[in-house]
């Protein structure tokens, strides 16, 4: 069951109140505890078949309205970044979602609950939930608040390896100490900051919703400079 205090976080934080209750519980529900509970609840599975679709057609509409200048070949790779799903399951337990899961016993006895890819469908189903009790307005709505403001940051623009293509540069008159150190660090919302050295020297700093996109970010702004 979805706990209150979790209902009431959707309220408060997102302000998201489901109509039907019973769709907010499908999109927490795992097929180990549906198998359990055959009379009692669906497993999350159709939800995260169209939450996979709502949420690539909502970040292509946002895509195209706000970054005007990008051409089809950009915007389809941007989208990539973003769609690909590995990041979903830090949205997930930013959002609360990873204690709402229902598992059956042996899938929580194997810790399934902290399994990143369980977290990124999880996360697909619940905006399949929330397009299927408000529309896809509200998912746009949730996604201002969670996706949205990252790609706004830069961290999709595209798949450059920054850290790779600054330590090429660095080190083609011979070896240097380049030196990626986390200053600051936040869990609710995750949020990281990083300093990046090169030879004991401060070059940048870069900020992300993890260590290696704050790395990344840092690398970027270094390179920026140096190029």
Known sequence: MISKEFIKRLDQKYGITFKNIELL???FTHSSYANEHPDQARDYEKLEFLGDAVLELA???YLYRHYPNLNEGELTRMRSNIVRTEGFSEFAIECGFQNEINLGKGEEKAGSRSRKTLLEDVFEA???ALFLDQGLKAVQHFLHLTVYPLIDSGEFDDSRDYKTDLQELLQQNGPVNIE???ISESQAPSHFVVELKVNGELQSQGEGHNK?????????AAL???E
């Open 126 to 128: 619940f905006n399949g």
């Open 180 to 182: 990626y150190t986390t």
């Open 224 to 226: 920026t400079k140096l």
């Open 212 to 220: 290696k996109a704050a790395e990344q970010q840092a690398a970027k």
């Open 59 to 61: 970040i292509s509409d």
């Open 25 to 27: 519980e499908e999109a």
